[in-house]
């Protein structure tokens, strides 16, 4: 069985719970990191702790949601002062100068033009504490010499989150940040695990007005910069039971919108009343139910399994894995694509309400804790209706749309009887998504939950192998790159060796012509006599050399003997041995006598 580790758990449970790091440590070293032994035992201390406030003597009304108190601007232009502020962004870094008057709004507004992010997409991310558009900087940034930066992230409209302000018992007030991608029932599931009050049981203040349980909370009209939201336990009363017969016993009823109180009634009448006795609950008919899974008018996936879930929570309770409220293209991408080793296996639970299973297997698999927590920990859970054949022709055609003809054949000739079922998938390197294990009634619950274990070891070591193909292939384009660049800098070099040989070649070349010039244009060596003088040259090699000129002759004259012997006036100096002179800094045409 693969574990949870430490790190996963000890996540799980802030998430959960959000408690701070210190807290959560203590709370799951308690009951030595069992993360279920650890939510119950924060949910009792919570409904002990909302129990001791609610006493006479220290109950308060219950809290009524309103708009955050936001942090007045206290500093003005005559008293603000400069603020340096880095931006990172992309791997740079901005610095922004901006004085400390000015408000979080207004200095978005200047990063996000610098940046040429929309405001509406830019989130900034470092600051010392929780903030909102209304704060100044000097509010936040203090003293005015500290050190601020800050990282900026353009966000998609799917990546971006709004942020709420909720109240809840006993007094808690907790700020968080929501994707608006989500609905309106996923914050709901979220504050129950938040709260400890069931998404049936809470009584909410401060929602947008039209809001429903599958509204997207991107198209909601939730107030910016931060939304106030409050949510209560429903309040029970006691009435006086139509069965009794003026013993005073009482039961407990619930007032909510979906049942009034006139409808409960109205089947008794003052006779004594007919009641029959169910000895099991799988011989309630299925049309008992109010309303079904999924209904047939009901086009839009994502809204269909916000329904699905809300409807089963109703029939089944609290207890089952969370299902994810969106299309089947949206489940599969996520469970295909992003960092390997951050992919879940997906699980699809298809229901038949003419089923006479369906109840059982909701109970002894699907609503078993243990099973539960893991496929919420471990699997991307996807549901679907199976009761109206509407909704069958819409899930086969997704089917062969996504996991093809073949997986098709394999589900559309299944009949009420062959439900529910629990259909387990996973993607092997190299091949799509397929069924690799299907749990039914017929399914011990230890068995399921091995074949579930099993399933994510499979995938998890999948993904592993997945990974090291990745890498080995990374590695090995990263060394044929290498290859590549060095063969180009060897093909470079020799381009370069084979140019200099030729450019060496064509100056010795031109050497050659410009000494057979030299030779050409030197007059004969005169013979010994009155106006003739002999000058001795000593060649590089050390080798001495004597030349007679005429005394009128033109100092020029030297040069050219020295390049009929191979000496280029580039490369070589004529010196006066005494005194040390140049005789390059005499004019060519003077007399070598004179």
Not at 100 to 129: C, E, M, Y
Not at 194 to 207: A, E, T
Not at 330 to 344: N, P, S
Not at 390 to 403: G, Q
Request: contains cysteine.
């Amino acid at each position: 069985m693969a574990e949870q580790t430490r790190d996963d758990i000890l996540a799980l449970f802030e998430a959960s719970t959000g408690m701070d790091l210190g807290s959560s440590i203590s709370c799951l070293e308690e009951v030595d990191w069992d993360l279920t032994k650890a939510l119950e035992k924060f949910k009792s201390r919570s409904q002990a702790q909302a129990a001791t406030l609610s006493s006479p003597r220290t109950a308060t009304p219950p809290p009524v949601a309103s708009q955050p108190k936001m942090p007045t601007p206290t500093a003005n232009f005559s008293s603000s002062y400069e603020l340096c502020i880095d931006v990172r962004y992309e791997d740079e870094t901005h610095t922004f100068r901006v004085y400390s008057s000015r408000t979080i709004a207004d200095f978005k507004k200047q990063v996000s033009v610098k940046l040429n992010i929309p405001s509406t997409h830019l989130h900034l991310s470092g600051w010392s504490r929780v903030v909102n558009d209304d704060m100044t900087l000097g509010d936040i940034i203090r003293p005015r010499s500290a050190s601020v930066c800050l990282t900026a992230e353009k966000r998609s409209d799917e990546d971006r989150v709004v942020s709420l302000q909720l109240t809840y018992p006993p007094d808690c007030v907790e700020e968080f940040e929501f994707p608006v991608k989500n609905s309106i029932l996923e914050l709901k599931q979220f504050v129950a695990v938040k709260s400890g009050i069931l998404v049936k049981d809470q009584v909410w203040s401060g929602l947008p007005i039209g809001a429903t349980d599958y509204s997207v909370i991107r198209n909601s009209n939730f107030k910016n910069p931060i939304h106030a939201l409050a949510v209560n336990k429903k309040t029970f009363v006691t009435a006086e039971s139509p069965l009794s017969s003026g013993s005073g016993n009482n039961i407990p009823l619930s007032f909510d919108d979906q049942e009034p109180l006139e409808e409960i009634y109205s089947d008794y009448s003052d006779s004594e009343p007919d009641i029959d006795l169910i000895e099991d609950m799988d011989d309630i008919p299925k049309d008992n139910f109010k309303d079904p899974m999924i209904p047939e008018h009901c086009v839009d996936q994502s809204e269909a399994l916000a329904l699905f879930s809300d409807n089963f929570e109703k029939r089944y309770g609290p207890v089952h894995p969370v299902f994810y409220c969106g299309s089947m293209k949206e489940v599969i991408h996520r469970a295909t694509h992003g960092q390997l080793l951050d992919r879940r296996p997906v699980v699809v639970y298809l229901h038949h309400d003419r089923s006479i299973s369906s109840n059982i297997f909701c109970e002894k698999i699907l609503c078993s804790k243990i099973i539960s927590d893991y496929l919420t920990m471990n699997y991307l859970t996807w549901a679907w209706d199976m009761t109206m054949p509407t909704n069958t022709t819409r899930f086969l055609d997704n089917v062969s749309l996504h996991f093809g003809e073949e997986t098709r054949k394999q589900l559309s000739g299944l009949g009420p009887s062959n439900y529910p079922l629990l259909l387990i998938f996973q993607k092997k390197p190299g091949s799509p998504l397929e069924i690799a294990n299907m749990l039914t009634i017929d399914t011990p619950q230890d068995d399921a939950y091995n074949l579930l274990v099993l399933g994510y070891e499979e995938h998890l070591a999948a993904m592993e192998q997945l990974q090291a193909t990745n890498e080995a292939r990374i590695q090995r384009e990263q060394i044929k790159q290498e290859q590549d660049v060095a063969y180009n800098e060897s093909a470079e070099k020799d381009k370069q060796t084979q140019r200099n040989r030729i450019h060496s070649q064509e100056a010795k070349l031109r050497e050659r012509a410009a000494q057979a010039d030299a030779l050409k244009n030197l007059p004969e060596e005169p013979e010994k006599g009155e106006g003739i003088t002999s000058i001795r040259f000593r060649y590089p090699s050390g080798e001495l050399a004597n030349r007679r000129f005429f005394g009128s002759d033109r100092i020029g004259l030297l040069y050219i003997y020295a390049q009929s012997k191979g000496f280029h006036p580039d490369r070589h100096k004529l010196m006066l041995n005494y005194p040390k002179k140049d005789l390059g800094e005499y004019p060519s045409n003077a007399n070598l006598v004179g």
